[in-house]
């Protein structure tokens, strides 16, 4: 089956520097590459996903980056908040079953 | 809009003890999953329902069973909690036409003893 490797497992950077989370996956067959922040207390939120006809997506500050050959993708955040702390989780899917990465803790310091 | 509840939002329970822990979304989303967070371990699914009447196996199904009477509600019932089943449980749901964008509950932290 799939298996989704997220790295690192924490990030620290400044307030205003870029931070980028990556991902490997496994089966070729996976379509479907969500990433998903959450914060302290609450469930899950999806901030942005990609499909595997699409090597790049951005939305505002975050984009995600999709290499199908190599297997692998990547969130970037740039010019980075305080309010970008969280745990962020990437996952892969190829039908509705998400199979997520490990979590990586980013801390924004002032 | 509520979204997705769940209830409780934390409880301590006694190994042995049987436990059902309560999802509602008010979206009509025709799927809902049911997951688990462990550090270190990110978020397995345990159970899903691809609609109203049907369930599924996930990842880490063992210990755990699921119900969908209705769209609405999609309970995890534990028959006979084990400490390793202390975890956070998330609930999802998603559209029909969009499966695989999972909207998550606020969660349930679990502690069995």
């Known amino acids: 089956g799939e298996n989704v490797e997220q790295h690192p497992s924490t990030l620290s950077v400044q307030e205003g520097d870029s931070a980028v989370i990556k991902c490997t996956y496994s089966?070729?067959?996976?379509?479907?590459f969500p990433w998903y922040k959450q914060e302290l207390g609450k469930g899950p939120q999806l901030i942005i996903d990609i499909r595997s006809n699409v090597g790049e997506k951005k939305d505002q500050r975050i984009a995600v980056t999709l290499n199908k050959t190599a297997k692998h993708f990547s969130l970037h955040i740039t010019e980075t908040q305080p309010e970008d702390s969280a745990v962020y989780f990437c996952?892969?899917?190829?039908?509705?079953?998400?199979?997520f990465g490990t979590g990586t803790r980013l801390q924004v310091f002032p | 809009i509520a979204g997705i509840t769940q209830a409780p939002t934390s409880q301590i329970l006694a190994a042995g003890r049987r436990m059902t822990l309560r999802c509602t979304q008010d979206?009509?989303?025709?799927?809902m999953y049911w997951y688990r967070q462990d550090l270190g371990l990110g978020l397995r699914l345990i159970h899903y329902s691809n609609t109203a009447g049907t369930t599924g196996k996930g990842e880490v199904p063992d210990g755990y069973s699921v119900s969908r009477a209705n769209t609405d509600d999609f309970p995890l019932t534990l028959a006979s909690a084990v400490p390793s089943q202390t975890s956070v449980y998330f609930c999802a749901s998603s559209e029909q036409g969009d499966r695989e964008t999972q909207y998550f509950g606020p969660g349930t932290r679990l502690l069995v003893l």
């Open positions: 996952a892969a899917s190829k039908t509705d079953k998400l199979i």
């Open positions: 979206m009509r989303h025709n799927a």
């Open positions: 089966d070729s067959a996976s379509n479907y």
